[in-house]
C-alpha cells in the first residue's frame, strides 16, 4: 500500500480515532476503525515459540532452543528456517506481530534474560538477527527488535539510565538493529530502560539514528508499560503504547495536542506507521468489514481475553515437521566444551547400563523464565531420550542426586481431578464479590496466569482432588496478590494477605509470591485442595495451587546417584540451573550452578570415570570441575526436542553443531547493578572475549569454541581488497574419520592504532562441511564498515595496514594476513 493512500485513511479519521488507535485495545490486540477497513493488530511473545494471545496451557507452541543456543548454531540458513516455523506458527494462532528478536547484547554473563539473546558479539548478533527477521517476515508476520537500546541487564530494568558514550552504542549496542532495519524489519521495540538522561520511549535515538539515517519506516511499540507520559513520548517518534486499553494517551495525548504541547502531525505519522504495519500483516484494507474491539471487565485492565480465539489446532503433519526441524536445532545448537580420550560420541553397541543423573535429567529446563515462555506441544527429556535411544539394547537408570529448585510444583493431568467432571486437572472458577460463581473452566494446571475475563470477577479460586503419590509429609501452596487462600478438604491452611511490592510486570503476572502449609497426606487417598486469591487492578490475576511430595535427604539422594553412576558403564549427568536463579526480572549475583550441583559432578565421577556431564543453562555458569570430567556438553535451553537431539548427539547420529555464541568464564567482568539509579557503561567496547583479551588470565572458554567429532586443519589465507569489502578464502582439510562441520572466524586486528580498540574484533564468519579427508574454501565477505570507526563526525577509516586474522575461536587464529586501507 503506497503512501497517498494511507495518508487518505489518516485524513478520513478525527483526533480522537486517531489517538485511540495509538493504544493497545487489549494486553495483546490494538483497536480496530471500521471506517477505514483497519482490523484489531495482534500481538504474541517470542522469540522461542508463539504463545498467541495471553496464558493458556490449552494452546500449546512448538518450542524452539533458546536464542543463545539458536546463536551457537552459527548457521543462518538455519536460523531463517527457524523464523519461517515461527512464522507458521504465528498464521496458526492468529498472529500479526511477533515481539521477538531480541538483539541486546551479552554484555555480562551475569545478565538474567541472557537466554533471550543471542550473543556478546554485535557482527554475530546483527547477522543472527536479521536471518531470523527475514524467516519471520517471509510470509507476512511482522517481526519486532527489541529492546531499543542497551537494555542488557534486568536489575532496576524499569528504570535504570544507561550510560553509554556514542562511539560504544554506534559500534557495539546499535548495530544489530541497524542490521534488523537493513533486513527490513517492520517493527522495533522501545526499552524500559533510559539511555543518556531519557527513557527510551522519548528519547532522541528513535529519531537519529533510527528513523532518520537508517530509515526505518516501520512502527515503533512501547515495551508493556514502559510509556509514561503523554507529552513528551507524544512529540517523539514514539507509535504506539502497549499494553492497553488504559496508559499515559488516550485522552491526556487528544488534549495535547488540542493546547498545542504535541502536533497533530506528529498523531498523524504515528498513525500513518501503525496502518503500514497493519497493510504489510494483512489487516488494513478499505473494503473489508472489521470487528470491534474485544468487551473487557470493568475491574481489570483487559489482558488476553481468548487466548484459545483464532487459533487453529496444529495437525499431527505439522507437528511432526516441526519436531524434525526442532530436533535438528538441538544438535546443531550443542556444544562440546570438553572430549578427552574421545569418550564421544558414545557407542550403544557396547553399553549394558546408563545412568542419567541429575536435578534436570528427568525435569529439564527447555526454556527461559519470563514473558517469553511458552506451553510446549510437547517435551521429552534427556531421560526420555536416552531411553528411547537405547530400548532393547541397555537398561537406563536414573536418580537426582540433588534438590535445586525450591519452586513448588503445580497441581496437574498427573496428580490432580477436576471435582466437578472427574477429569484429570484442575477446576478454575471466577467469583463474584458475594462468592457467587460468574465462570468456570477446566484448566490443565494448577498455574494459572490468565483465566477468562468475565464482568463482575474479584476472585480466582482453583479446586481440585489431588491424589497422593506417596504417604508423608506434603507441602501445598497457594499463589497471589492481595487475599490469599487455601483449604484442604474444607480446613483452612493459609488466609493472609499479601502485599503488592513491585512494579515489574514480570513479577506482577507471572511469579506472584507463595503461601505454604504442610499436610500428611495417604497414597492413594485423594484430599481437595482449593486456593483462592482477590483481584485488583493493579495485582494482574497470576493464581497458583501446588502440591510438593516429601522427598529423600540430600545424603541419601546423593548416595542414590552415585551407586547407580558406580554400577553403570557411562554415566550421564544433567546439571543446570533453575527458574530462581536464571530468569527474567533479575540478574544473578554469581555464575555458581545451584545447589549442590558441583559437589554431585565430582562424586559421580569419582564413582564412575566415564561420566559426560550435560549443561542445561541459558548463559554461562562457573564449571569448577571441568577438567575433572572427560566430557562436557553444553546444551543451552534447547527446547522441546532435548531429549532426542541430546541422544543424537551422544550416540553419535548427529554431531554436536554448536560454537559458543560468548565466553564462558568463571566470573563476569562487568556490573550490572546501578549505583542511584545509573549504570555506567564504563567498559566501553571492551565486553566478552574483548574484555577477555585484556586480561592476564583466559577464561574457561573463549567465544567460538567447540569440538566436533572430527579435526581440522586450516592450510591458507589469502585476502582479496575491493572497494566497498575485502574477500578472505580460508583452505581447510577435514583431517578426522567423519564428515562434520567447522565455523570459521574472520578477526581484524589494528596493531599501534593510534584510536583506542580491542585487541581484535569479528569481522565476519563461515560454516563449512567436509567429509573425511576433504578439503573445503570459507568464504568471509568483510564489508568496510569492519575498518571504521564512530567519530564526533561520523564513521571513519584509519589508512593504513590492518591484520586479518582466521581460526576457530577469538583466540585460536593461526592464520594472518594484511590488509591495507585508505582513508
Known sequence: MIDDELDDMVRKLD??????????????????????????????????????????????????????????????????????????????????????????????????????????????????????????????????????VANDSETERMTLDARVDERTLRELYLPPFEAAVAAGVWVVMAAYNGVNGATMTENPLLAEPLKGEWGFDGLVVSDWGALRSAVAAGRAPQDLAMPGPDGAWGAALAEAVRSGEVPEEAVDEKVRRLLRLAARVGALSPAQQTAGDDSRAPLLPATATGALAGVTPISDEEAER????????????????????????????RLRRVAVIGPNAASPRVQGGGSAGVYPVSVTSPLDGVTAALAGRAEVTHAAGVHTSGHPAPLDLGNARNPENGEPGVLVRLLDGDGAEVHAEHRFTGNVLEPALVRGMRTVEVRALLCPSVTGRWRVGAAGWGRVFLSADGVTLVDEDVPLDTDDPATIHLHPPYRFAELELTEGREVELVARRALSRESGLASALTADPPRRGDAEELAAAVALAAEADVAIVVVGSTDESESEGYDRTDLALPGGQDALVRAVVAANPSTVVVVNTGGPVALPWREEVPAVLLSWFPGQEFGDGLADVLFGAAEPGGRLPTTWADRSLTSTTPVDGVLEYGEGLHIGYRAWLREPEPPAYWFGHGLGYTTWSYEGLTVEHSRDSVTVRTGLRNTGARTGAEVVQVHLARPDSAVDRPVRWLAGFARVTAGPGETVEAVVEVPARAFQHWTAGGWATEPGAFTVLAGRTAADLPLAATVTVTG
Open 15 to 148: 483526533l480522537d480515532q486517531k489517538v485511540r488507535l495509538l493504544t493497545g485495545a487489549t494486553a495483546w490486540r490494538t483497536h480496530a476503525e471500521p471506517d477505514i477497513g483497519l482490523r484489531p493488530v495482534v500481538t504474541s511473545d517470542g522469540p522461542v515459540g508463539v504463545r498467541g494471545q495471553g496464558w493458556d496451557e490449552r494452546s500449546t507452541s512448538l518450542n524452539l532452543p533458546s536464542p543463545s543456543g539458536v546463536a551457537a548454531t552459527w548457521d543462518l540458513h538455519l536460523v531463517r528456517r527457524l523464523g519461517e516455523l515461527l512464522a507458521g506458527e504465528a498464521r496458526r494462532k492468529g498472529v500479526d506481530v511477533l515481539l521477538a528478536p531480541t538483539v541486546n547484547l551479552h554484555r555480562s554473563p551475569l545478565g538474567g534474560r541472557h537466554f533471550e539473546c543471542f550473543s556478546e558479539d554485535p557482527v554475530l548478533t546483527a547477522l543472527v538477527g536479521a536471518a531470523y527477521v527475514q524467516g519471520v517476515q517471509s510470509r507476512g508476520v511482522a517481526a519486532t527488535a527489541k529492546h531499543y
Open 322 to 349: 516441526g519436531r524434525v526441524l526442532l530436533r535438528e536445532a538441538v544438535a546443531a545448537s550443542a556444544v562440546l566444551l570438553r572430549n578427552e580420550s574421545g569418550l564421544l560420541p558414545l557407542d550403544p553397541g
